[in-house]
């Protein structure tokens, strides 16, 4: 039978399974039984059996040629070398793919680690947030020492003007509603109105925006008119009053302010400054 040989391939690619030429496989039967037939003719000749005959005959070579014995060991170590070679680059990779997984490893570990960390303090947040909301319930009247009937009419007058909200984007009522219902119906009102500012046309909303700042200005302008007149009329009433109030005279003399105590100015003798600076120059330029 012949045996398939294993070709080194390139890194990363399966390894070529072939069978091998059919010369190196008759010179590896030749090798055998060369081997064979030198081991039996060895132990005839221990044994003293070795018949004149057989010892005349020539015994038939495989090889012809020294060379050819060469080879065929020359091929065989060339194809053990190339999969020496083969195994160590296999093992490298082998060992890069370790590497590899032990950073991902590594870096998943710490990115779960942080995930868990932020987990946590958004929980202790959570906690400490609806601990908040407990005491503000608990004491939400209680600071300014307020009565419970006190507490009840404040909360109906809270959800009289939530009810009113209510009628004016929703309509009207139906069947006893709490506050916080109305207020989830108004959140979700206003919802459905901002998907359809979405999906409307930019044109009709350009026009709308328009005369929504039409409208603002126009209130802005009234309210300034107002506080005008609100003023002017509080001046009006101002004077008024002042002309309507008893004038009182003053008596007695009238008090004078009290003039500033004279500088007194700082004068040098510029006589002696001369003769002092004129020393000088003799003393610098004739001594």
């Not at 030429?21 to 037939?37: D, E, F, G, V, W």
């Not at 490298?92 to 950073?103: H, I, M, S």
């Not at 300014?144 to 009840?152: F, H, L, N, R």
């Not at 046309?201 to 200005?217: G, M, N, S, T, Y």
Request: hydrophobic share 30%; charged share 40%; with cysteine.
């Amino acid at each position: 039978m012949r045996r398939l040989s294993i070709k080194p391939t390139r890194r990363g690619t399966l390894p070529d399974l072939s069978l091998p030429p059919p010369r190196k496989s008759i010179i590896a039967m030749r090798t055998l039984s060369a081997i064979r037939r030198f081991k039996r003719s060895s132990i005839s000749l221990d044994k003293g059996q070795t018949d004149d005959s057989e010892s005349e005959e020539e015994l038939e070579l495989y090889f012809t040629a020294p060379k050819q014995l060469l080879d065929a060991f020359v091929d065989l170590e060339d194809q053990n070398i190339s999969l020496t070679k083969y195994a160590q680059e296999l093992d490298e990779d082998l060992k890069a793919l370790r590497r590899k997984n032990q950073r991902k490893q590594k870096t998943e570990e710490r990115k779960i680690s942080i995930l868990k960390e932020q987990v946590e303090s958004l929980t202790e947040a959570c906690v400490r947030k609806e601990k908040k909301v407990k005491k503000l319930k608990a004491g939400m009247f209680s600071l300014d020492g307020s009565k419970p009937d006190t507490q009840a009419a404040m909360l109906q007058t809270i959800k009289e003007k939530i009810a009113e909200v209510y009628k004016a984007c929703i309509g009207e009522i139906q069947g006893p509603f709490d506050a916080m219902n109305m207020l989830a119906g108004i959140e979700h009102c206003f919802e459905e109105i901002l998907e359809k500012f979405e999906l409307m046309p930019p044109d009709i909303l350009e026009v709308a925006e328009k005369r929504k700042l039409r409208e603002q200005k126009k209130r802005a302008h009234v309210e300034k008119l107002k506080k005008e007149e609100l003023y002017h009329e509080q001046r009006r009433l101002y004077t008024l009053q002042r002309a309507l109030a008893d004038t009182k005279r003053k008596e007695g003399r009238k008090l004078m302010i009290r003039s500033d105590p004279p500088s007194i100015k700082k004068t040098t003798n510029y006589n002696e400054e001369m003769i002092r600076r004129m020393q000088e120059e003799e003393k610098y330029f004739f001594t």
